[in-house]
């Protein structure tokens, strides 16, 4: 992996006008919706979004429409660290909304520019907006809440069928300055052959640990049995291609940590070698500090974390974390939870 911190990432900077008035906006709608369990909230998001700086609306737009960048960034704005406060020892039994709402409330519009933010029942107990910091007991962890070991790059819930389309990380505070990996396909780097097969059902993707029960807080038989749904995907190991979409500019469903191929299927195991290679050439360091928010093509990017000291003393870095689907309909057995039931 490169150890170059990637000169080349498309960013749009908030003039001090436009963080202000974003700050300002985020304001106001934290003192007029009480949570995100309230229904008002999800349908005013695309109405809310309109309000946002008129340049970032473009710029986003853009980065969807486009679909040939795999990540950019929004930098500058305001994140007050005194309303904020330490950085959390984990995100269960907090109190939601937290002190940071403003902050959460800003990637939910964000996310309408994108399409629409979703939580899965089997992830941080159905929360819509995950925190990502440091956990101690997960520090060795292939987790967003590890830190010694090297988050190897991947998709986003690779192994699932209905993952996000995006996803939008915003930095509360970043003040070693760790930074997110992405990469991107380099498709002239691999041969015809080893394409085709990359298309084909002959790779395995498991499950992260993220969505395993014991990460997670079970209540109802509801819920059980969306996580039967997990353990089903574990036992059966149902085969999948890695690359999809066009032939000429594929798009990536990657998570090497989790992946395995068949023992008997030395042409699978020699392209996916490959196809590790050439990504893994290609990664870049992308530091999000303090006001940045990063936006991931989650079918054009694999993203990771270099391995970093943490202290575990309320300083330490906390994103916020936003899944986006273009189609709610197609992931509605696996979502609904108490924040997101409102959506049916």
């Not at 906006?25 to 998001?45: I, M, N």
């Not at 940590?257 to 008997?264: I, K, L, R």
Request: aromatic content about 8%.
């Amino acid at each position: 992996m490169s150890n170059l911190t990637d000169q080349s990432t498309r960013s749009y900077t908030l003039t001090p006008d436009e963080a202000a008035a974003t700050a300002g906006l985020t304001a106001e709608l934290a003192a007029h919706y009480p949570s995100f369990g309230d229904p008002g909230l999800l349908r005013d998001l695309p109405r809310l979004a309109a309000r946002l700086p008129l340049g970032v609306q473009h710029f986003l737009r853009d980065f969807k429409l486009g679909d040939r960048h795999g990540h950019v960034v929004v930098r500058g704005h305001d994140f007050d660290q005194r309303r904020i406060g330490p950085t959390p020892e984990h995100w269960r039994g907090r109190g939601r909304p937290g002190p940071e709402f403003p902050e959460e409330l800003l990637l939910m519009l964000y996310s309408a520019l994108l399409g629409e933010p979703f939580g899965w029942a089997t992830q941080q107990d159905g929360h819509l907006v995950h925190d990502i910091f440091p956990i101690r007991q997960h520090e060795n962890d292939q987790l967003g809440m590890g830190s010694k070991e090297l988050l190897t790059w991947h998709t986003e819930d690779a192994f699932h069928p209905y993952r996000s389309d995006y996803l939008i990380l915003g930095a509360l505070r970043n003040p070693d300055h760790v930074p997110t990996t992405v990469g991107e396909l380099d498709l002239s780097s691999l041969s015809d052959e080893d394409v085709d097969i990359l298309f084909e059902p002959r790779f395995y993707i498991a499950p992260d640990e993220s969505h395993l029960p014991k990460n997670n807080t079970i209540t109802s038989d509801e819920e059980a049995a969306r996580f039967a749904t997990i353990q089903r995907m574990i036992d059966e190991r149902p085969l999948g291609p890695l690359l999809y979409g066009s032939r000429q500019d594929p798009y990536m469903r990657l998570d090497p940590y989790f992946t395995s191929v068949p023992e008997d299927d030395a042409d699978a195991r020699r392209a996916y070698d490959a196809l590790f290679k050439v990504v893994d050439a290609g990664m870049r360091e992308v530091v999000a500090d303090q006001g940045d928010v990063l936006f991931i093509d989650n079918h054009r990017a694999v993203h990771g974390r270099l391995p970093f000291r943490a202290r575990y003393d309320g300083t330490d870095r906390w994103l916020k974390r936003v899944c986006v689907t273009a189609d709610l309909r197609r992931s509605r057995p696996m979502r609904a939870t108490a924040e997101t039931r409102l959506l049916g």
